[in-house]
């Protein structure tokens, strides 16, 4: 077609190609020019169509509405993909797919942080919840190409495949499209595929002077928004299927009715003056613009990519489709081509000479506009104004939590050079502490602008970015103060362990995979060092590991999460109500979600099997409704590992360390204090009496406890703080280590879903509610999300904490309980390392006050309070009659002797005491064991035939007062 080869020349393009469909019929095809240096553009070759690729997404999403997997405004797309966070959760709650397929979303214009971005789409999705937008629906089109990522990303999480995955099952295979796929590097492998071609202006766009570009292989990070390509003739087939409602040669392969729902209007296109003979508003659909020309319907769609353009429109009501592909980005004539064609299909009267006029008017602004907007961000220079620092000053890495790294360096010819991933330009000074400079790339190009920040300490500490062809700055904050910060810290830990009275600690940080910090602090004995290497115990975090354990038997199949009893896995858990029993689940269990009471004393120090223990709780009284929220409970988490050890037919021991341990190389991780006591380098347990003590280094040294822990699975693994560090890192990564998933990725997931709630006050700063998973508590600090546990056992503290979304996870330990510092610690890193407001002094301030409360608030444990005291009462009996043995069916044996010295003794199984009267038939006493400490009281009953038959006990640790049952006769 000559006109078209003339429209062609005139406009600059290298090489184009045109199919025309009408009623049905291929009425035109043809290619012109070249797709590379040597080889014809023909309809056979493909070619990117950018976003033109918004429709499939938009149509895959309509699959998925079919088939009930999804809906289209009603459920949030945050619902569907978890990692699409924005920092309104508000808004982050009103996004559906409508509103984001329709560009009524608020969310700012951002493609040069994914440009040439490596990082995986999930994790350039996270990054978006930092970002400042109006909490406010656009009231019309707010065109933005990664929000349209996120519904392609959401959609394909649903469908359990990846977005090329979905597209090819749910468009491409059924609608026979077979030279259709996604990628530039894909696009490669095809033997007839089109060059991208850029013309520095129109003159030498027309005079086809042009710069060949690159077959990017990288592929594009928001691909659901323009990484398909196709040949001209299957982009018009696309076309008439979807003007046909989904319909293809008679049979429906799409969804009418969804189909149908893109192509209505969910938005205004674009606010601005029209044009005549076209409807006064441009409506939008799910990635279609909707118009009329001279009284007859328009959808249609292009699409730009540097080095490519496409349009596809089609008029449904006169059944005819133009689609169109070229390989140069500046041509305005598929934009003006559909209606060239209709005039002439149609027999419309022309008003326009669309191909010799509007074509050549529009390419050459097209040209001009980009030549303006690649210098628009520079300002006007103010003469004779140097900046204020040595070069070298503004050298240094800055980042931005979405747009990620910028390195400047200081070249040897003197010149300032700065590097932003792919692209890089040497920078001039401009006026005070601005620097501009100019990026070349055949797929962005422009000047960039950066003004340098001067912190209060006199040093520069950020930098304020426009980016090539846009007027909106970001600030990059200098990781050069992170390096300093880390250089300091040592200094600031070591000062916060003595004035916390710590005798030895360890701490590790890991930062986007890399260990930024790991150091020792103190002794872990009264000799040697505490360092990296000390395996400590870390009680209570071993129930993220129990948890984890529980996740890898879901995943083969062995057991389930929530829906069959813990009693059918370990028979021997049986509690009073069958109806209770029946009802837990691992679930249950692992979130703390049972009625059960709060038993410890009766598993302290017990030497027998956890099963013989577990057998024991059918004699206890409970209520029998599920709390509301978390009750904390130890032997619950014994129950669940015990139970996990069974179905496998292994001990718990041996369960840990084939399903954790081994596969994710933690050499140095065991269970047990005898265990640990085993290893050269373990720290021993401490306890100080008052926080004075503490902070004056007098300490008690306790023991290696021979005895296992019966509530092993709740708190018994030891570790040392590199492999606790690294731990944490497999569950931030939700499974994965060194690119390997170890783990199961959904059964991890499962164990940081929220399960329940924990209740109490929150603070300023953090979440509202604090939940609870399986082994892990959530939360949120300054809007950053955390995932967190703490563990204390008799001379040991340990925190694990990981912030999902920053991939920064902090591990502490140390060799005495009372210390609040590991919290602390976190959140000062974190103010830190993301540039939070610090409203908080957490090293010098918080940990010291909260640590001196925690003593104070053991001291009041230690000493229960004992009944008003009754002045001048005396025993019923003389004291050789309360001696005896006493027994309890879950709290077992209490001992009772009369001591040579005329006083009665009291011992339950390794805790004694001497008792005194306190009035009428009441004793107290107190037991000291370093692993137990505190006050007892006791109440004997006389039965009727006038014997001490029981004795109602308090112990330190229990829920609350136990009768006990005498065995022998009094003598």
């Known amino acids: ?83 699409f966070q924005l920092k309104d959760p508000v808004l982050t709650s009103q996004l ?42 656009s009231p019309f089109v707010n065109y933005n190409n990664i929000i349209y990522a996120v519904a392609g990303e959401a959609a394909a999480n649903v469908a359990g495949m990846s977005y090329s995955e979905l597209i090819k099952a749910k468009l491409l295979n059924p ?20 060059m991208p071609y850029y013309a520095t202006s129109f003159e030498n766009a027309r005079n086809g002077i042009y710069d060949e570009g690159y077959m990017d292989p990288i592929p594009m990070a928001d691909a659901p928004a323009g990484d398909i390509y196709m040949n001209v003739l299957d982009l018009a087939k696309w076309g008439g299927v979807i003007m046909n409602e989904g319909e293809l040669n008679g049979k429906q392969v799409l969804n009418k009715a969804n189909v149908q729902e893109t192509l209505k209007p969910h938005n205004i296109a674009f606010a601005e003056e029209r044009r005549p003979d076209f409807a006064p508003t441009t409506g939008y659909g799910l990635g279609w613009q909707l118009d009329s020309y001279k009284g007859h319907t328009v959808m249609y769609h292009g699409g730009g990519n540097p080095g490519y353009r496409s349009n596809l429109a089609f008029f449904p009501d006169d059944d005819l489709v133009v689609s169109f592909l070229s390989n140069v980005g500046n041509t305005d004539l598929p934009t003006s081509l559909p209606y060239y064609i209709a005039d002439g299909i149609l027999n419309l009267t022309q008003t326009t000479d669309w191909l010799n006029d509007t074509v050549i008017k529009k390419t050459k602004y097209i040209y001009d506009a980009y030549t303006k907007w690649e210098y628009s961000n520079i300002p006007e220079r103010i003469e004779n104004k140097p900046c204020s620092h040595a070069l070298v000053d503004y050298a240094g890495e800055y980042t931005h939590p979405v747009f990620g790294k910028i390195v400047v360096t200081l070249q040897e010819d003197g010149s300032l050079f700065m590097k932003d991933r792919t692209l890089e330009s040497r920078l001039e000074q401009h006026h005070f502490e601005s620097f501009k400079g100019y990026v070349k790339d055949f797929a962005i190009r422009g000047s960039v602008f950066l003004t340098f920040n001067t912190g209060s300490n006199g040093r520069v500490d950020s930098v304020e970015v426009a980016p090539p062809m846009s007027s909106e700055t970001n600030v990059f904050k200098k990781t050069e103060m992170h390096k300093l910060f880390f ?29 930024v910090f790991a150091q020792g602090f ?60 029946s009802q837990l689940t691992f679930a249950d269990l692992l979130s703390h979600r049972t009625p059960f009471p709060y038993i410890d004393i009766a598993w302290v120090r017990n030497e027998r099997a956890p099963r013989e223990l577990i057998k024991q709780l059918r004699h206890l009284d409970m209520p029998s409704k599920l709390p509301r929220d978390v009750n904390y409970n130890n032997v619950m988490y014994a129950v669940a590992g015990e139970a996990a050890a069974n179905v496998a037919g ?69 570790i040392n703080v590199l492999d606790l560090v690294k731990w944490g890192r497999v569950i931030l990564k939700e499974g994965e280590q060194d690119g390997k998933q170890v783990l199961n990725m959904e059964s991890v997931q499962e164990t940081l879903k929220a399960h329940n709630i924990v209740s109490g006050d929150r603070e300023p700063g953090f979440a509202p509610t604090f939940g609870y998973g399986f082994g892990w508590g959530l939360n949120s600090y300054k809007g950053h999300t955390i995932m967190t546990h703490a563990g204390v056992n008799p001379g040991y503290k340990s925190m ?12 502490f330990l140390s060799n005495v309980e009372t210390t609040e510092l590991p919290s602390s610690i976190l959140y000062y890193v974190a103010d830190e390392l993301f540039n939070l407001p610090k409203t908080e002094d957490w090293i010098n301030d918080v940990a010291i006050k909260r640590t001196q409360e925690t003593y104070e608030f053991r001291g009041g444990i230690e000493k229960i309070d004992f009944p008003k005291y009754i002045e001048g ?40 005491t001497k008792l005194e009267h306190y009035h009428y038939d009441s004793f107290k006493g107190y037991v000291k064991d370093f692993s137990l400490r505190g006050n007892v009281f006791f109440t004997f009953f006389t039965n009727s035939n006038g014997r001490v038959d029981s004795v109602e006990a308090t112990l330190v640790l229990g829920s609350g007062p136990e009768m006990y049952k005498r065995l022998e006769t009094p003598r």
């Open 800 to 811: 694990l904490a990981f912030l999902p979304n920053d991939d920064l996870v902090v591990a």
């Open 873 to 912: 009462t005396t025993k019923s009996h003389p004291l050789v009659d309360y001696a005896g043995e006493y027994e309890h069916p879950v709290f077992e044996r209490i001992v009772i002797t009369l001591q040579e010295d005329g006083s009665l003794f009291m011992k339950v199984r390794t805790l004694e």
């Open 96 to 137: 559906t797919f409508a509103d984001v397929l329709s560009h009524r979303t608020p969310v700012p214009l951002i493609d040069f942080a994914w440009f040439r971005n490596e990082q995986s789409r999930r994790e350039l999705i996270k990054q978006l919840r930092y970002l400042d937008m109006p909490s406010q629906m």
């Open 175 to 194: 609608l026979g499209l077979k030279d259709a796929g996604l990628s530039l590097p894909e696009m490669a492998k095809r033997p007839n595929y089109a």
């Open 487 to 515: 250089e300091n810290l040592p200094t600031v830990l070591e000062k916060a362990r003595k004035d916390g009275g710590i005798p030895g600690m360890s701490i590790a940080i890991l930062h986007k995979g890399e260990l």
């Open 650 to 718: 292994l001990t718990y021991p041996e369960l840990i360390k084939a399903k954790i341990f081994d596969p994710l190389g933690l050499k140095d991780a065991g269970l047990s204090q005898p265990e640990m006591a085993k290893r050269p380098n373990y720290a021993m347990p401490y306890y100080a009496a008052s926080f004075d003590d503490a902070k004056n280094g007098t300490h008690e040294e306790g023991y290696i406890d021979p005895i296992p822990m019966s509530v092993a699975p709740a708190g018994d693994i030891f």
């Open 1 to 83: 077609m000559a006109v078209l080869e003339k429209a062609r020349k005139d406009g600059g393009i290298p090489g184009m190609s045109v199919a025309i469909l009408h009623k049905g019929e291929l009425v035109f095809a043809q290619g012109f020019g070249k797709r590379n240096r040597n080889d014809p553009f023909t309809t056979e070759t493909v070619s990117h169509i950018a976003s033109v690729s918004k429709a499939f997404t938009a149509t895959a999403v309509g699959e998925l509405v079919a088939e009930g997997k999804v809906d289209w405004d009603t459920t949030p797309v945050s619902h569907y993909l978890p990692e």
């Open 522 to 581: 103190g002794k872990r004995n009264r000799h040697d060092p505490y360092t990296t290497e000390t395996v400590s115990h870390i009680a209570s975090l071993t129930k993220a590991f129990t948890a984890a354990a529980i996740g890898e038997l879901v995943a083969e199949g062995k057991l389930d999460w929530d829906t069959t009893p813990v009693s059918q896995y370990l028979p021997e858990f049986q509690l009073k109500d069958p109806i209770l029993t």
